[in-house]
C-alpha cells in the first residue's frame, strides 16, 4: 500500500497521562459552558490533524481511527482541500444559492451525477448535513409518489432532527425524552446474517411482507436503507437482499432511498456501498466524507423524482456553500487521483490479516464490513452481546493513544473508520494494539 507525504509526523506519542494537564484545563472549561449532553469520547482537545493523526493540546499524537465519524476520509488538513477552502473564502464565503448563485454548487451536482450509480439523467439538491439530506430524501419520495410512509429497518440510524430521529432505531441517547416523533415511520426487519441465519432473499422477503401486510404498497412512499448500517454496527445485509428490496420497490412504485452517508464516497472501496451488488438506487444520500471535513450534504437521484417538488419547495439558507462546495470538488478530485476506493480495499485486506485471527476467540463474534468500514462484533462465553468488554477494549486503546470507536444498538461492536490516506505503519500498528487488547481479556 502506498503511502503519502504528510505534514505531520505520522507517529502515535503518548507523552502525558491521559487527558493531559492542557487538555483538563479545557474540560473543566467546556463543563461550565457546554451543555452536557455532548460527551466527547477522546482524552484530549485536538490542535492539529493530518493523514492518520490527531494531536491534542498537550503534544500526544492519536492514531485516529474514527476520521471525525468517517468524514475526514481525504486526511484532515489535506493540502488540496486547504488550499481550494482558502481560496474560496478570498472571493466571497455565502450567497445563499437560492437567492445568487455561483458556478461550484453545479459542478458539485455534475460530478454526483457521474459519481453515483446509473446512468439515467439525474439531478440533486445539496444541504448542511446528513439528517437533513434524509429529510428532503423523504420529501421528494412522498412529492413524487403522493405517498406518506416511510419504512426504515432494524438498528437503523439516520439522523437527530424530529423526522430523522422517528427513522433512527436506537433509543438511548438519540430519542429519550425527545418525543414525540413525526408518524408514518415503520420499521422492517434487517438481513442481519450473524443473528438471523436468513439468507438475503428470505430476509428481504420477510421485510416485504411486512409492509404489505402492516403497511400497504398504496400508503407507501419510500424505503430508507444504509447499503451497510452504520452506528446500528456495521451490519452487512447478506448478498441478495438489497437487490431484492430494490426490485420490489420499483414493482410497487416505492422510491428505494440509499443513505449512503456513512458508507459512501469510497469508505467501502468503491464510490457507494450499494455498488457492491449492482443496485441503483432512486435516491441516493450522502454526507460525511463527501468534502473533506467542510459541512456539505447532498441528495442526487432520479430527474423526474428529483423534479417532484414544487419551484421553490427545497432550499435553505446554507445549502450548498460555497467553500463547502469547493472542498468537496477539491476532496473528490483527491479521491479520483489516488484511487481511495481501491486503498480501501488494500486496507481491508490490512485490516483482514490482523483481525480476523481473533475469531478463534469466544469473545469475537464476526469480523464484518468492507474497505475501511470493518467492524468486530464482541459477545460473552455465551455468545451474547458484551457492551462492557467493548468499552473497555476501546478505554484501553484510547489511553494507549489510538481512538476507536464503537456502535450497535447493544454497544458491543468496534468500529474501524480510518482515514483513506493512513499509512500503513499507522494502521498496522493501531490494529496490533486493538488485537492485544482484546486477547488480554478475552
Ligand atoms: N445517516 C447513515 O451515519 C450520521 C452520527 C453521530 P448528520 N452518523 C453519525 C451522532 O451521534 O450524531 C448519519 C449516518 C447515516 C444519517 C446520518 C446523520 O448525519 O450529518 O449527523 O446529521
Not at 456513512?262 to 441516493?284: I, K, N, S
Not at 474501524?416 to 493512513?422: E, G, K, W, Y
Amino acid at each position: 500500500m502506498h503511502d503519502f507525504t504528510y505534514r505531520l509526523p505520522q507517529q502515535r506519542t503518548v507523552r502525558t497521562s491521559l487527558p493531559g494537564p492542557r487538555s483538563s484545563a479545557l474540560s473543566e472549561r467546556r463543563e461550565a459552558v457546554v451543555a452536557r449532553a455532548l460527551s466527547p469520547g477522546l482524552p484530549g482537545f485536538v490542535v492539529d490533524a493530518d493523514g492518520g493523526v490527531l494531536v491534542d493540546a498537550d503534544g500526544n499524537s492519536f492514531i485516529d481511527f474514527a476520521s471525525g465519524i468517517a468524514v475526514t476520509s481525504v486526511g484532515a488538513s489535506n493540502k488540496k482541500v486547504a488550499k481550494a477552502v482558502s481560496e474560496s473564502v478570498t472571493h466571497f464565503t455565502h450567497t445563499s444559492f437560492m437567492v445568487s448563485p455561483y458556478e461550484s454548487y453545479v459542478a458539485v451536482c455534475e460530478k454526483l451525477a457521474e459519481l453515483t450509480p446509473g446512468d439515467h439523467p439525474k439531478k440533486s439538491v445539496l444541504l448542511n448535513s446528513g439528517a437533513e439530506a434524509v429529510e428532503n430524501a423523504v420529501k421528494i419520495a412522498r412529492a413524487h409518489t403522493g405517498k406518506n410512509a416511510v419504512v426504515v429497518f432494524d438498528h437503523g440510524y439516520h439522523g437527530r432532527t424530529n423526522l430523522t430521529m422517528a427513522m433512527t432505531a436506537k433509543n438511548k441517547p438519540y430519542k429519550t425524552g425527545f418525543g414525540p416523533f413525526a408518524a408514518e415511520v415503520y420499521r422492517a426487519p434487517m438481513s442481519y446474517p450473524l443473528r438471523d441465519g436468513l439468507d438475503g432473499e428470505t430476509a428481504a422477503a420477510r421485510a416485504t411482507k411486512m409492509m404489505e401486510q402492516e403497511i400497504g404498497t398504496e400508503n407507501l412512499a419510500c424505503v430508507v436503507i444504509e447499503p451497510i448500517q452504520g452506528e446500528g454496527g456495521f451490519i452487512e445485509p447478506a448478498r441478495g437482499f438489497l437487490p431484492a428490496l430494490q426490485a420490489w420497490c420499483q414493482e410497487n412504485n416505492v422510491v428505494f432511498v440509499a443513505d449512503e452517508i456513512q458508507a459512501g464516497f469510497c469508505r467501502t472501496g468503491r464510490w457507494f456501498a450499494c455498488e457492491e451488488e449492482q443496485v441503483v438506487p432512486d435516491l441516493v444520500t450522502m454526507a460525511k466524507g463527501i468534502a473533506g471535513g467542510l459541512p456539505l450534504s447532498a441528495v442526487t437521484g432520479r430527474a423526474e423524482m428529483m423534479d417532484a417538488p414544487v419551484v421553490g419547495g427545497l432550499g435553505g439558507t446554507y445549502g450548498g456553500n460555497p467553500i463547502a462546495c469547493d472542498a468537496a470538488l477539491a476532496a473528490i478530485s483527491e479521491m479520483e487521483e489516488h484511487d481511495l476506493a481501491g486503498r480501501a480495499r488494500e486496507m481491508e485486506a490490512i485490516i483482514r490479516e490482523i483481525l480476523e485471527p481473533l475469531t478463534e476467540l469466544d469473545t469475537v463474534a464476526e469480523v464484518r464490513g468492507r474497505g475501511a468500514m470493518v467492524a468486530l462484533e464482541l459477545v460473552t462465553a455465551e455468545g451474547q452481546p458484551n457492551g462492557a468488554l467493548t468499552s473497555e477494549v476501546a478505554a484501553a486503546c484510547k489511553q494507549q493513544g489510538i481512538l476507536i470507536l464503537s456502535c450497535g444498538l447493544d454497544g458491543n461492536v468496534i468500529r474501524l473508520l480510518p482515514s483513506l490516506v493512513i499509512s500503513e505503519a499507522l494502521l498496522r500498528e493501531g490494529l496490533d494494539i486493538l488485537a492485544t487488547e482484546i486477547r488480554s481479556r478475552s
